[in-house]
């Protein structure tokens, strides 16, 4: 098993473009969320997703877009990148919401 | 809400010493804790969890950490810390009664190990 997979590992945007980020796992696990890493905040919870067609806001959810159309794929989406959006994002994926998350490798996103 | 804290930003210890990485939570239910390491330039990997049962739980990389409900901590503990140790820790909690079953996680500890 590969895991829960992310790309890219690094992306540079400027202000205003949009962007999406991919996070697949092959666990067949049917909740995935979406993090975003800043120092010092810890990691704050953006989107999450309990199964197919359903998804749900986090705590930080203002500017990003998700959709699960398949148990594997849960991809993030930057409508227009802000600076503020300058952020390392994680993936994670777990058979059920109150076990184990696994995580993916990141995306580092700089906004310019 | 549920919330979680990690008083220390940082923690030092000398390789072959005790390492202790504190975290107390706050939840309005029953709690699910968990610990998380994250190496430079690395995801987050899984440490240990508790759910319900023995307070001490055992985990990866000869840690432990000790549920204490009346202290609402959760500290991470290790007997003998290694250099490779150093990395930085994550506490993180889920309240099963919060919508979404969320996980909220600390602001994270940063380990250094010196030789």
């Known amino acids: 098993n590969a895991g829960v997979t992310q790309t890219p590992k690094f992306q540079v945007l400027k202000t205003g473009q949009s962007m999406t980020l991919q996070c697949a796992q092959d666990m067949n696990h049917e909740y995935m969320s979406w993090y975003r890493q800043d120092p010092g905040m810890g990691l704050r919870l953006i989107h999450y997703?309990?199964?197919?067609?359903?998804?749900d806001q986090g705590e930080v959810p203002n500017g990003y877009n998700v959709s699960r159309s398949t148990t594997e794929d849960f991809p993030l989406r930057l409508l227009s990148a802000a600076p503020s959006q300058t952020s390392v994002y994680f993936c994670a994926s777990s058979y059920v919401p109150q076990e184990t998350q696994y995580f993916g490798p990141g995306t580092r996103l700089l906004v310019l | 809400a549920q919330s979680v804290a990690q008083p220390e930003d940082q923690v030092n210890v000398a390789e072959g010493n005790p390492l202790t990485v504190k975290c107390t939570y706050s939840?309005?239910?029953?709690?699910?804790l968990f610990w998380y390491v994250q190496y430079p330039n690395r995801g987050l990997q899984f440490l240990l969890k508790?759910?319900?049962?023995?307070?001490l739980v055992k985990g990866s990389y000869g840690f432990e950490a000790e549920f204490n409900k009346s202290q609402t901590s959760f500290h991470l503990k290790k007997p003998s810390a290694l250099v490779s140790d150093s990395a930085l820790y994550f506490c993180?909690?889920?309240?099963?009664?919060?919508?979404?079953?969320?996980?909220?996680f600390g602001g994270g500890t940063r380990v250094l190990v010196k030789p």
């Open positions: 993180a909690v889920r309240d099963f009664k919060a919508a979404g079953n969320k996980l909220t």
């Open positions: 508790y759910i319900t049962g023995d307070n």
């Open positions: 939840v309005s239910g029953n709690p699910y």
């Open positions: 997703s309990v199964g197919a067609g359903i998804t």
